[in-house]
């Protein structure tokens, strides 16, 4: 089935003329990603495969994007120059251009959902919730470039499909990607600026933009919300899929600034721990380093490993509302007599509490 062709207040500088300008901001931030991937690699020669096999095909999907971009461009505005009639005819690249937008996206976000699951206090239904949207996102950018292979050629594919007939695509689309950067993004910034607050060192303007912009993904958003507002404007236009090819290539900036930079600590957190008898540790099978009781209901070296992996997603950690206490109870047995006779044991009971820096024996 395919839509046929108008041209209705369509120019080449509001179709091919925004698809120019957006592929030479695009391909400004394509030079940056690669600076940023060489970056990578020179620091984390020996990171997560989880993370390194995230970074590569990111890449070759950025590239094949890339690729196709500027092939669309070079068919219509300097192959094509002196034959203006080409321009009804589409072009391989100009139809995979939005399928490979979206999937190189989409590549960079299993490293952004799980950053938000070692976020504490995240609920695990937010992270449900920015997997369901982000899969709508990409259901609806799936049905755009299906109407977008119907469609005889791009002034066709704007005005009939994203006009006229089916603007609720690109809506969806944008509807989506909003929603899960403000799942992604506001638990980002909030733990952030959680973070912040119990720090004390001073951070210049540049870091500070660097982690609030950057880091969490607030540049993404709002350029997001910004083509969203173009497509609502001005649907029959090509503004909106010019700021799509520059929020692609954000999403891969933003991925690779989180995962190269350490700029979010942790905040130190705090712990009950509690040692419990001798006769307690021995009928257990063991030594029980951090007992039942401990208000972070974790161990100690499974609280290391948690935070360790949390570091490496650069997730910012809130501190906990409990003040810094360990609990240390001993139990001593002494056993008294001479040889043959019977022995006596006497058992002894000691504890000391370490708390904010000071020691009470008790």
Same mark, same amino acid.
């Given at each position: 089935?395919?839509?046929?062709?108008?041209?209705?207040?369509?120019?080449?500088?509001?179709?091919? #003329?925004?698809?120019?300008?957006?592929?030479?901001?695009?391909?400004?931030?394509?030079?940056?990603?690669?600076?940023?991937?060489?970056?990578?690699?020179?620091?984390?020669?020996?990171?997560?495969?989880?993370?390194?096999?995230?970074?590569?095909?990111?890449?070759?999907?950025?590239?094949?994007?890339?690729?196709?971009?500027?092939? !669309?461009?070079?068919?219509?505005?300097?192959?094509?120059?002196?034959?203006? *009639? %080409?321009?009804?005819?589409?072009?391989?690249?100009?139809?995979?251009?939005?399928?490979?937008?979206?999937? +190189?996206?989409?590549?960079?976000?299993?490293?952004?959902?799980?950053?938000?699951?070692? $976020?504490? =206090?995240?609920?695990?239904?937010?992270?449900?919730?920015?997997?369901?949207?982000?899969?709508?996102?990409?259901?609806?950018?799936? =049905?755009?470039?299906?109407?977008?292979?119907?469609?005889?050629?791009?002034?066709?594919?704007?005005?009939?499909?994203?006009?006229?007939?089916?603007?609720?695509?690109?809506?969806?689309?944008? !509807? !989506?990607?909003? !929603?899960?950067?403000?799942?992604?993004?506001?638990?980002?910034?909030?733990?952030?600026?959680?973070?912040?607050?119990?720090?004390?060192?001073?951070?210049?303007?540049?870091?500070?933009?660097?982690?609030?912009?950057?880091?969490?993904?607030?540049?993404?958003?709002?350029?997001?919300?910004?083509?969203?507002? *173009?497509?609502? @404007?001005?649907?029959?236009?090509?503004?909106? $899929?010019?700021?799509?090819?520059?929020?692609?290539?954000?999403?891969?900036?933003?991925?690779?600034?989180?995962?190269?930079?350490?700029?979010?600590?942790?905040?130190?957190?705090?712990?009950?721990?509690?040692?419990?008898?001798?006769?307690?540790?021995?009928?257990? =099978?063991?030594?029980?380093?951090?007992?039942?009781?401990?208000?972070?209901?974790?161990?100690?070296?499974?609280?290391?490993?948690?935070?360790?992996? %949390?570091?490496?997603?650069?997730?910012?950690?809130?501190?906990?509302?409990?003040?810094?206490?360990?609990? *240390?109870?001993?139990?001593?047995?002494?056993?008294? #007599?001479?040889?043959?006779?019977?022995?006596? +044991?006497?058992?002894?009971?000691? +504890?000391?509490? $370490?708390?904010?820096?000071?020691? @009470?024996?008790?």
């Amino acid at each position: 089935m395919s839509i046929t062709p108008t041209f209705d207040g369509l120019t080449v500088g509001n179709t091919y #003329g925004a698809l120019l300008l957006g592929t030479f901001f695009s391909l400004v931030l394509y030079g940056l990603i690669l600076h940023q991937t060489y970056r990578y690699i020179r620091l984390h020669p020996h990171d997560y495969t989880y993370i390194q096999v995230l970074v590569a095909s990111s890449l070759i999907l950025e590239t094949l994007h890339t690729v196709c971009t500027m092939h !669309a461009n070079y068919h219509a505005l300097v192959t094509n120059y002196f034959n203006p *009639i %080409a321009l009804l005819r589409k072009v391989w690249s100009l139809n995979a251009l939005i399928l490979t937008g979206e999937l +190189s996206k989409i590549s960079t976000f299993p490293f952004f959902i799980r950053r938000l699951y070692f $976020i504490p =206090g995240n609920s695990i239904y937010t992270v449900v919730l920015s997997t369901v949207f982000l899969a709508v996102d990409l259901g609806f950018s799936l =049905g755009m470039t299906i109407r977008l292979f119907q469609s005889t050629d791009l002034a066709t594919f704007l005005t009939v499909v994203i006009k006229d007939k089916e603007t609720y695509l690109v809506q969806g689309k944008f !509807a !989506a990607a909003v !929603a899960t950067h403000i799942m992604l993004t506001g638990s980002l910034v909030y733990a952030v600026h959680r973070g912040q607050k119990t720090r004390k060192e001073r951070k210049s303007v540049a870091d500070l933009c660097m982690l609030y912009v950057v880091n969490t993904g607030l540049l993404v958003s709002v350029v997001d919300v910004i083509a969203w507002i *173009i497509a609502s @404007v001005q649907p029959g236009t090509g503004w909106w $899929i010019g700021l799509l090819l520059v929020t692609v290539k954000l999403y891969m900036v933003t991925f690779l600034a989180v995962s190269s930079d350490m700029t979010i600590t942790f905040i130190s957190f705090s712990s009950t721990r509690s040692l419990n008898s001798r006769q307690q540790l021995l009928a257990r =099978g063991g030594i029980d380093i951090f007992g039942t009781d401990s208000t972070t209901e974790r161990n100690f070296i499974s609280r290391a490993q948690l935070l360790a992996t %949390a570091e490496r997603y650069n997730a910012p950690q809130l501190p906990e509302r409990a003040p810094t206490r360990i609990d *240390i109870k001993v139990a001593t047995e002494v056993e008294e #007599g001479d040889a043959g006779e019977d022995s006596l +044991s006497r058992t002894s009971h000691s +504890s000391m509490i $370490i708390e904010e820096g000071k020691v @009470v024996r008790m």
